[in-house]
């Protein structure tokens, strides 16, 4: 199911002339895209192949274990990405660091 959550977003990402669910322009600002269902999640960006999509693994600054005991259960991989990766902070972070656009012939691509 999971799966089918991040192919959900590869049909969203089409040109609505190929994919009639296809509405590619709310994509152009995008920089991460999260795939969830049920207590799984992984994130990639657009464009990305399904194969280099990603668990969130760390919920920095918290550890698993604390994380676990704010829960009052095991988190699920869903809660170590709500926990890490967007927390405002950590997702600044991302943004601000680790985000590149390509350009071809001088000018943005897409």
């Known amino acids: ?14 040109p609505a002339r190929i994919r009639e669910q296809g509405a590619p322009r ?12 049920g207590q799984k999640a992984v ?32 988190p699920s991989a869903q809660d170590v990405m709500l926990y890490g990766l ?4 950590n997702l600044l972070d991302v943004m601000r660091n680790f985000t590149v656009f390509e350009r071809q012939a001088g000018r943005p691509c897409g």
């Open 1 to 14: 199911m999971l799966d089918e959550a991040v192919s959900q977003l590869f049909r969203y990402q089409a």
């Open 26 to 37: 709310l994509f152009e600002t995008a920089q991460i895209l999260i795939g969830t269902c």
């Open 43 to 74: 994130y990639g960006t657009v464009g990305t192949p399904k194969r280099f999509w990603a668990e969130w693994k760390v919920p920095y600054p918290l550890s698993v274990e604390h994380l676990a005991k704010e829960l009052g259960r095991q």
């Open 86 to 89: 967007l927390k405002p902070s």
